[in-house]
């Protein structure tokens, strides 16, 4: 059951204990977004300079992981990716409106989450129909165009 779970679903649960419970990660003042932006949270020296990694960019990069399994899952063709199609729309509904109305979430970073949530729901969408259409044989008629 935790497989219908949506993976983008926890990104956006991180995102929302940061914004609102801000102390646990060291949110000062300034805000979740300077945050979000601080170039000195990672330095990582390369040969081609010194390459600084946000905790913004570490927040796209794991959503993007979960992206890449999300599209895995919609892939099965069972009641539990049914559940987590209806799951991964209402993670994007809930991080649309936190976008829109909570002034906390009107940064790059949420935006690029939402935005990869969208794209977890319509992938999963596209998905299921095209297999759902192959499955039963839609392109050549129901027992196939022999």
Do not use: C
Not at 18 to 43: D, Y
Request: charged share 10%; proline share 3%; aromatic share 10%.
């Amino acid at each position: 059951m935790l497989n219908a779970l949506p993976l983008i679903g926890i990104m956006v649960i991180v995102y929302n204990v940061m914004a609102f419970g801000g102390g646990l990660f060291g949110i000062g003042e300034e805000g979740i977004a300077a945050f979000l932006t601080n170039p000195n949270w990672l330095k990582i020296n390369l040969v081609s300079g010194a390459w600084s990694l946000t905790p913004g960019d570490l927040i796209v990069t794991l959503t993007l992981f979960a992206l890449f399994f999300e599209i895995i899952k919609a892939t099965q063709t069972n009641h539990i990716s049914i559940i987590n199609h209806g799951l991964s729309m209402l993670v994007f509904v809930v991080a649309l409106v936190e976008f829109i109305v909570l002034p906390g979430f009107a940064t790059s970073t949420f935006f690029l989450i939402t935005m990869m949530a969208l794209v977890d729901v319509m992938a999963g969408f596209t998905v299921s129909i095209v297999t759902a259409r192959r499955d039963i044989g839609a392109d050549g008629g129901l027992f196939g165009s022999g």
